[in-house]
């Protein structure tokens, strides 16, 4: 007799036993109690419809229905795995050969080959170019005796500076420079002390090499660059 059946048999036993007691109450009633027939037949099936419902839910609870234990089976084993066959030492040494033999190999292929394996050769350094030593500037003439600088008889190519962008010379200063021997800048950036002392002596502006630092002006001018008084002079 399986759980259903169980429950059945119970529920049906508690609903019995009620309907008994309803029907003793109301016979109760009826008979001791004074209770008109119908008032107690009412009351009695009332009570054992309650006590009914409620013994069969209690003394009765539900049962999980749980399948027996020969329903559920095993699961099959995985058939284990049948060993790859080895090869035998005379098919493994044919496969090779077999596979090397089916290879075409062709003469610009096993080059190119060699090629890529051969390390690759280094170039050869470049011979520095040797450079010639540089000559040096001629040494300077010491100072003359009596402090004369080097002069010359006419301008060099036939064109000299336009002294007069020294600041301080005029177009007669520039004449009388020009008959001492003087044409370039370069010659008067290149005056040494004594040497401005004695072309100091020739001018009839003492001190004006000095106070107007011929020296600094043509050594800029004789670069090609420009003083603040040769813009000037250049603008009028």
């Known amino acids: 007799m399986n759980q259903l059946d169980q429950k059945s048999e119970c529920v049906q036993?508690?609903?019995k036993l009620s309907a008994?007691?309803?029907l003793v109450l109301a016979l109760v009633l009826w008979l001791l109690?004074?209770?008109g027939f119908f008032g107690a037949l009412v009351a009695g099936i009332l009570v054992a419809v309650i006590a009914g419902f409620v013994l069969s839910k209690v003394?009765?609870?539900d049962q999980e229905v749980q399948p027996p234990a020969s329903a559920a089976k095993p699961a099959d084993p995985a058939p284990a795995p049948t060993p790859a066959p080895t090869p035998t030492p005379?098919?493994?040494s044919v496969a090779?050969?077999?596979v090397a033999s089916s290879v075409p190999t062709s003469e610009p292929a096993a080059k190119k080959l060699a090629a890529k394996k051969a390390p690759a050769k280094k170039a050869a350094p470049k011979a520095s170019a040797v450079k010639p030593a540089t000559a040096k500037a001629p040494a300077r003439k010491p100072v003359a005796a009596d402090g004369?600088?080097?002069m010359l008889t006419a301008a060099r190519g036939g064109v000299a500076d336009d002294l007069k962008l020294l600041k301080g010379v005029g177009p007669k200063l520039e004449q009388t420079l020009n008959a001492l021997g003087v044409y370039h800048f370069d010659q008067i950036a290149s005056w040494r002390k004594?040497?401005?002392d004695w072309v100091d002596d020739k001018l009839k502006f003492k001190g004006r090499i000095e106070r107007d630092d011929w020296i600094k002006q043509a050594k800029l001018l004789a670069k090609g660059g420009e003083t603040e008084f040769s813009k000037r002079s250049k603008k009028t």
Request: hydrophobic share 45%; aromatic share 12%; glycine share 12%.
């Open 13 to 15: 036993k508690w609903w």
């Open 20 to 22: 008994i007691g309803g």
């Open 33 to 35: 109690a004074g209770w």
């Open 59 to 61: 003394q009765c609870p």
């Open 90 to 92: 005379a098919a493994a």
């Open 96 to 98: 090779p050969a077999a």
């Open 148 to 150: 004369k600088p080097e």
């Open 194 to 196: 004594k040497e401005i």
